[in-house]
Each structure stands twice: as C-alpha cells, then as structure tokens.
C-alpha cells in the first residue's frame, strides 16, 4: 500500500514557464512534507519541506504548497530553468513519531529550452 | 567526514553470489537508512538503524538480505545468493534524529547482477 504516490512519472515543460509536480498521501498522521531533487548518479537532494501547520512554504523559485483536508502537496518551480531537469521526490513522515520518511516513487521533470 | 560515502559507486556481481555494500555515514548522525531505487521505480525503504536501538528491518525484501551497523558509524548492506531482482541502485543516508531537513543521501551503489 503506497502511502505517498506522484501519480505523474514524467512531466515536459518549456524554459520560463512553471512546473508544478504533485502528490498525494493517505496517511492522516503525517506532518512533515519535503521534496527532494536527484539527478542522474547521484544521491537525491533536500531541496524544500513543509510543516502541517503551513499551508506554503516558499523558497526562491520553489514553492511547496500543502492541502491537509486533500491530502494533497504541489511543488511549484518559476520560473522553470533546464537546469532542473531531474527526478523530483516528495517524501512524509510523521516527526513526532521518528525521522523516518516515506518516499512517493517519483516524477521526471524535463524542462525544454 | 564532509558527507554521506558509499563504496563501491559500481558492482557488478553474477547470480549467486554474496554482495557487500558500505556505507559511511556523516559524523555525528544517529540515524541511518538503507534505500533502493530499482530501474524506472521510486526509493523503496530497506532498512534504519537509530542509535543503540534495535533496527527497523521491515523492508528487506527477503532474508537475503541483512544490514549491521558499528556504533554510530559505518554499516554494511548484505545481499546473499544475489538475484537479477537485485539489481539496482542501493542508496545510504543519514540525519540527526530529529533533523528538519531529513535525510543526507550518499550517492549510492549501483549493483548489477548477471
């Protein structure tokens, strides 16, 4: 039972525009919500996280955005750069419990110039 | 030492055989996990060693595999008998236990049975 899903394996998006990159959880008890960038051989990259007590967290051109009654978080990139083409983790956990997380299985970004 | 290092960086191994993956993790983190990423799918849990306590083995996909960790310091993935399955790449990371930022991840082995 996967807990944290990217429904999108793979999304193409043109220099300059936005990319959006989404997941969905079904676990209630998570709280703590980051997004990690991994490219090619290498290991994947802290790159954003959010608290349950937000809604947005912002951070450069990278925002995250959570909606707890959805169950749902967006990564938001503008505006988007070839640079961040790579393969976008959202991970969760729940902080009280431990600092374990639960990886979504993935979304290759690919953005075009 | 400055960041998560894992060795070797490639294996490539023939069915059957035993495989020993290392992981060093970054000084001072009490936490350790074990990770795989097989081709085309997402970072699938291993194995998590906290500190002193008993590890989390629930992941390991069969008792073919077996993890040790010395201390606070450097574990070893063990996967014996390997089978094509097996292929993948096996990613190490650690994190103070209540870190914010998660997980360092090393950049991992890429294992290869044929």
């Known amino acids: 039972d996967q807990q944290v899903k990217q429904n999108s394996p793979s999304l193409s998006v043109q220099e300059g525009r936005i990319s959006i990159l989404n997941c969905d959880y079904t676990?209630?008890?998570?709280?703590?919500f980051l997004w990690y960038k991994k490219y090619p051989a290498e290991g994947p990259t802290f790159l954003i996280s959010?608290?349950?007590?937000?809604d947005k967290n912002e951070d450069g051109r990278f925002t995250v955005f959570l909606n707890k009654s959805a169950k749902h978080l967006s990564l938001h990139i503008v505006p988007s750069q070839p640079g961040d083409s790579a393969v976008y983790f959202c991970?969760?956990?729940?902080?009280?419990?431990?600092?374990?997380?639960?990886f979504g299985g993935g979304t290759r970004l690919m953005v075009k110039p | 030492g400055a960041g998560v290092s894992q060795s070797p960086s490639n294996k490539v191994t023939e069915k059957g055989k035993d495989v020993e993956l290392r992981c060093d993790p970054i000084s001072g983190h009490t936490a350790l996990y074990w990770y795989r990423q097989r081709l085309g799918q997402g970072l699938e849990f291993l194995i998590y060693?906290?500190?002193?306590?008993?590890?989390?083995k629930s992941g390991l996909p069969s008792d073919r595999f077996s993890a040790e960790r010395t201390g606070e310091s450097v574990s070893t993935l063990t996967i014996q008998r390997t089978q094509q399955e097996d292929s993948a790449v096996y990613l190490c990371?650690?994190?103070?236990?209540?870190?914010?930022?998660?997980?360092?991840f090393g950049s991992g082995t890429r294992l290869t049975v044929v």
């Open positions: 991970a969760a956990t729940d902080y009280d419990a431990g600092n374990m997380l639960t």
């Open positions: 959010i608290s349950s007590i937000k």
């Open positions: 990371a650690s994190s103070l236990r209540r870190e914010l930022y998660g997980y360092t």
């Open positions: 676990n209630s008890m998570f709280d703590y």
């Open positions: 060693f906290q500190g002193n306590s008993a590890p989390d």
